[in-house]
């Protein structure tokens, strides 16, 4: 059983950081791409930054150079850095898995996604 458990958001100031993590258990990313996305309300989901099996990585480009991802594979574990943040970074942050290696930050493409992390900046 797959799973995925995101934390770490919060309520932050404007110009603040924040690290999201992303917990995977039930499978092992041989041939798969993890990436993290965000929804605010009335609006639809977003691509944020992706990686994929061989390490390579993709921003979206109202998030390059202020997001930073990152994993862990010994700890099964996808990271988000997030500098300076403003007030419309404010989202539910999701990350999502699927079983291929292509990198991809459309969401309708991954599989599995965790229940989310909110993230409020003010």
């Known amino acids: 059983h797959v799973q995925l458990v995101e934390s770490g958001g919060g309520a932050v100031q404007a110009g603040e950081s924040l690290r999201l993590s992303c917990t995977t258990s039930?499978?092992?990313?041989?041939?798969?791409?993890t990436g993290w996305f965000r929804q605010a309300p009335g609006k639809e989901r977003e691509g944020l930054a992706a990686i994929d099996s061989d390490g390579t990585i993709a921003y979206a480009v109202y998030v390059k150079g202020r997001f930073t991802i990152s994993r862990d594979s010994a700890k099964n574990t996808l990271y988000l850095q997030m500098d300076s943040l403003t007030p419309e970074d404010t989202a539910m942050y999701y990350c999502?898995?699927?079983?291929?290696?292509?990198?991809?930050?459309?969401?309708?493409?991954?599989?599995?996604w965790g229940q989310g992390t909110q993230v409020t900046v003010s």
């Open positions: 039930g499978y092992t990313c041989r041939d798969c791409c």
């Open positions: 999502a898995a699927v079983g291929e290696n292509v990198l991809s930050l459309g969401a309708s493409r991954y599989k599995v």
